[in-house]
């Protein structure tokens, strides 16, 4: 099952966290009527030990030997330089990409789904629910519950469950049941379909769905992005990156990567945050988190406490978000499609430690292009995000003539995205950016939400 020892010694052992090196400590989780939420109050949705890892200032976390065993079927992932790409832009950048679509599911969602799976089979869980935008993160629980022996359901946004059946068709082979969302198995589906019977979904609606569902039928819930405990998983990313890239005899000076909820490209950017923080960085590497000009929640947005879901039924989170009234449109990038972030990557972007940029969907899709036609991989619509900016830094390198090294995670390989490529190529597809109007409407919500006094307790 495991790769071969020569490259074995790549993949970690532990998993960093970065609280303990956040510039300040971060906002709590509240209750809507202001007070501070407990640990112990998150376990009625979480497993005990993702919940003290939620809260825990350590800076390194043990990798269970069961979770590093099941990530050795894929893992290391590779680093690979793009050369090609290199040649196609004229550019004396170095193009590095940490290539997560040899998974299983085909992104780097497993990372965190069989940890979640661990937990939760450890404490006898016999079902969990969940959400997915694409359809990654829902291919990724399906994968890892099969693993472990437990059952899942999957509520999936249902523009994406139009977009992307072969998705919906992964997950059911690994015994999955998938809901498209909103839909009619909950309160919060039924609500919103009623307002508009052809709702194209969000991932905030799907998020109230699948915790109703976990909390009404005393199911666990598993969480793709956003919270620590999910983004302390995916950092196995950046520190395999981090030997990787030594190993070429390089070092970033961008490290860039898509963000919706902010696991992807923070489980590629933290381990380099730490080495800048403690002394040991070999450049003053800067980083880019990369958005859908659709739904620009760290460009536009603002940082407030708001919910994590449509519905309401989360507690409040402090993050940048464009409120969680606002529907995002049907883009392609079905990951991307939230309205929040999440608060260590928003509180790092509030301090100016992290930079932000957004794009629309049809100069993502024409970078991607780009990237297939000189490197052979076909980007996930999430992933092209990336790999835009990361064309846009080469080609300001080679106006500059400067010999910058970028590094991008490739979250997902886009085999089950094709149908979007050929809606591009057909010219069929379409921008979407809100007003500041439709924005501003909905960050007062939030807005409305933020204690004025701070959190009391």
Request: charged fraction near 20%; hydrophobic fraction near 40%.
């Amino acid at each position: 099952m495991a790769r071969a020892p020569q490259y074995e010694w790549m993949v970690p052992r532990s998993w960093y966290n970065i609280v303990p090196d956040l510039p300040k400590p971060l906002p709590p989780y509240l209750k809507p009527n202001g007070e501070p939420v407990a640990p112990h109050e998150f376990e009625i949705l979480f497993a005990k030990e993702l919940v003290r890892q939620e809260f825990s200032k350590e800076r390194w976390i043990p990798i269970p030997t069961e979770v590093r065993d099941v990530y050795l079927i894929w893992r290391p992932t590779p680093l690979l330089r793009a050369r090609r790409l290199e040649a196609l832009l004229k550019t004396p950048a170095r193009i590095y990409y940490k290539f997560e679509g040899v998974s299983p599911p085909g992104s780097h969602k497993p990372n965190t789904a069989v940890a979640q799976l661990y937990y939760v089979s450890r404490e006898g869980v016999q079902r969990v629910t969940t959400e997915t935008g694409a359809g990654q993160w829902g291919s990724s629980v399906a994968f890892a519950a099969s693993l472990f022996g437990v059952k899942a359901t999957v509520y999936m946004v249902r523009a994406s469950y139009m977009q992307k059946p072969y998705r919906r068709v992964l997950m059911e082979l690994w015994g999955a049941e998938v809901a498209p969302s909103p839909s009619d198995r909950t309160e919060a589906g039924r609500k919103y379909l009623a307002e508009d019977p052809s709702h194209p979904g969000s991932l905030g609606i799907a998020i109230s769905e699948a915790v109703e569902d976990a909390v009404r039928s005393g199911a666990k819930y598993v969480l793709g992005s956003v919270l620590n405990h999910v983004l302390i998983h995916q950092t196995v990313i950046g520190l395999e990156a981090l030997e990787q890239i030594r190993y070429f005899g390089d070092y970033p000076d961008y490290v860039v990567g898509a963000c919706g909820g902010g696991s992807s490209f923070s489980g590629l950017f933290w381990p380099f945050y730490y080495e800048k923080r403690a002394g040991k960085a070999e450049k003053d590497v800067k980083f880019i988190a990369v958005e859908p000009a659709a739904v620009p929640t760290l460009t536009r947005g603002e940082y407030l406490y708001d919910f994590g879901d449509t519905a309401g039924l989360t507690p409040l989170i402090k993050m940048h978000t464009v409120g969680h009234t606002y529907k995002p449109p049907p883009i392609h990038a079905g990951g991307l499609r939230y309205h929040g972030c999440a608060p260590t990557l928003s509180l790092l972007v509030e301090e100016g430690e992290v930079g932000a940029a957004a794009y629309r969907q049809t100069e993502v899709f024409e970078a991607a292009r780009l990237f297939a036609a000189a490197e052979g991989v076909v980007p996930a619509p999430e992933s092209a995000h990336a790999v835009k900016a990361a064309v846009e830094l080469a080609l300001k390198a080679k106006r500059e003539g400067t010999p910058i090294t970028i590094l991008f995670n490739m979250s997902g390989h886009g085999l089950l995205d094709l149908s979007a490529y050929d809606e591009y190529l057909r010219g069929a597809m379409a921008d979407a950016v809100p007003t500041a109007e439709e924005l501003a409407a909905h960050i007062a919500r939030a807005r409305a939400l933020t204690p004025s006094s701070g959190p009391r307790g």
